[in-house]
């Protein structure tokens, strides 16, 4: 979490390096939340995170040191890393990805019993197998690659 008394910082307060500095770190964020949640995490959410990056310890040393040796935004393990423990870490984000995901869940769902013939669903309810296929369906679905 950002530390209080850093979580002031703006833009204006950075001096032109730093300002670089933060906006490469901020890509790099971007890319990698991109990454771990597709399209899951809303704009608005990784807009929020990002803004808020100057506000951590680690990113602050970065900015105004430029050394790369806590946090390296050209590091893709570690940025993925830094961008994993940012988004868990934020409630209202870890929030908007559970509404996603029930989003996507709803919304496979619906494709699924849309795909099935005529009175296929009513059979496989009687038969007590439907919540089953439409389950294995889902998680098919959501553990697939993004594409």
Do not use: C, W
């Amino acid at each position: 979490m950002p530390d209080q008394a850093q979580s002031k910082i703006t833009h204006d307060a950075l001096t032109a390096t730093e300002r670089e500095r933060l906006a490469k770190l901020e890509q790099a964020f971007r890319v990698h939340a991109a990454a771990l949640h597709g399209d899951a995490l809303s704009p608005l959410m990784v807009d929020t995170l990002a803004t808020s990056l100057a506000g951590y310890a680690v990113v602050f040393s970065y900015l105004v040191t430029g050394n790369t040796e806590e946090i390296d935004p050209d590091d893709s393990k570690e940025m993925r890393r830094f961008a994993r423990s940012v988004i868990e870490a934020d409630d209202m984000a870890q929030r908007n990805l559970e509404f996603s995901l029930g989003q996507r869940k709803a919304e496979l769902e619906a494709e699924f019993l849309a795909g099935l013939k005529r009175g296929e669903a009513l059979n496989l309810q009687r038969a007590g197998i439907l919540e089953q296929r439409k389950a294995s369906y889902v998680a098919g679905k959501l553990d697939a690659p993004f594409v």
